[in-house]
């Protein structure tokens, strides 16, 4: 089996447990879609390793990748996504706080400096969507970080959304007062900034949960923890309507040319069993154990082929002589 069915999703997210191949599947997979629509890969994980798998320097502003036409990549540093927020919005998140508390100035930029719950993902998501809305790419690949952070990204909206609820209450109770003494009040910039905010967390909804649009890939490999961790992020992910199609089972041993692989092989044989029967409505797309670390174009352009293999009928070669190569 291989990925299928991305070529008009605008959004592709990888997710998984740790260490299991999620940046270089997003990798592979930018690469893929690069060579029809200009794309861009998002790494939405605090440690950042696009970087490394691509042995190029990304960092926070977007750079196009060396070596590959089309693709560009950025990693976003949620912390420097809300200091720029802070900044934007400074005078209408300040007015609210002095008009809906009784915090001081003092108090309020205290208040300000401190990290909020999930406000990495949050900002994540914002980030995203302004891409999305500014058009410059056809085609975004998020890499996410292990799955705590990939759930809390994708309820993300939702927390968002209780967040907005609560100012908007707080705002009400000074609108009441305000009216009470002045016979009206008008809207404001933090009103403006909350129907934005509100409208930002509705497009990520809709685009989340449109399976035309949107579709999250899990990572798994042929291990105990990393299948129950899947287990979980997928169904956790059908209680947000993201529904899953396909998923990527990666470090398959496939040779049995010494004792060791033989056993490792051997157990993950029923690993692989368990996957197949808990996953029989998914499409599963199997790759094998890389002998190396995959870094560099050159590799991850060989885990692209073997993702992406039915797709590339004239890659078919390519990807035996691959096999032969693999453990
Ligand atoms: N099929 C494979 N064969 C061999 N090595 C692999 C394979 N897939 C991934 N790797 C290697 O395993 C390591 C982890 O892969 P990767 O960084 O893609 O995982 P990840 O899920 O993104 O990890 P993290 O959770 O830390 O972000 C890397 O060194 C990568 O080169
Ligand atoms: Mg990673």
């Not at 609560?166 to 009441?176: D, L």
């Not at 009470?180 to 934005?196: E, H, I, K, P, Y």
């Not at 509100?198 to 809709?206: F, G, L, M, S, Y």
């Not at 685009?207 to 649009?213: E, F, K, Q, T, Y």
Request: glycine share 4%; proline share 3%.
């Amino acid at each position: 089996m291989a990925l299928s069915g991305l070529a008009n999703k605008e959004l592709i997210l990888f997710g998984g447990k740790g260490g299991v191949g999620k940046t270089s599947c997003a990798i592979a997979a930018g690469i893929e879609l690069s060579k029809a629509s200009k794309t861009l890969i998002i790494s939405t994980d605090p440690a950042h390793s696009i970087s490394d798998c691509l042995e190029q320097k990304i960092g926070n502003r977007i750079q196009p990748i060396q070596g590959v036409e089309n693709l560009s990549a950025i990693e976003i540093i949620a912390d420097e996504a809300f200091r720029e927020f802070k900044e934007e919005h400074d005078k209408e998140i300040k007015s609210f706080l002095d008009t809906s508390t009784n915090l001081d100035d003092e108090d309020i930029d205290i208040l300000l400096d401190l990290s909020i719950p999930c406000i990495d993902e949050i900002m994540s998501f914002i980030k995203i969507i302004s891409y999305i809305e500014k058009g410059m790419f056809k085609k975004y690949v998020v890499d996410t970080a292990p799955t705590g952070h990939a759930l809390r990204l994708i309820s993300s909206p939702k927390l968002l959304d209780q967040l907005i609820k609560v100012i908007v209450k707080m705002r009400w109770k000074y609108r009441y007062m305000i009216s009470r003494f002045s016979g009206s009040s008008q809207q404001d910039d933090m009103d403006t900034l909350l129907l934005n905010l509100k409208k930002t967390v509705k497009k990520i909804e809709r685009l989340l949960c449109d399976s035309a649009r949107s579709e999250f890939i899990p990572v798994c490999i042929p291990e105990s923890m990393a299948i129950l961790e899947t287990k979980r992020l997928i169904s956790a992910l059908n209680t947000y309507n993201v529904k899953v199609r396909q998923m990527i089972v990666n470090n398959v041993i496939e040779s049995e040319g010494c004792s060791f692989c033989k056993e490792k092989k051997k157990s993950q044989l029923k690993y692989m069993e368990q996957i197949g029967s808990y996953y029989n409505d998914l499409n599963r797309v199997v790759i094998p154990l890389f002998p190396s670390e995959i870094t560099g174009i050159e590799k991850l352009n060989q885990l692209r082929i073997l993702l992406f293999a039915n797709m590339l009928a004239d890659e078919k070669g390519n990807r035996m002589m691959m096999a032969n190569m693999i453990i």
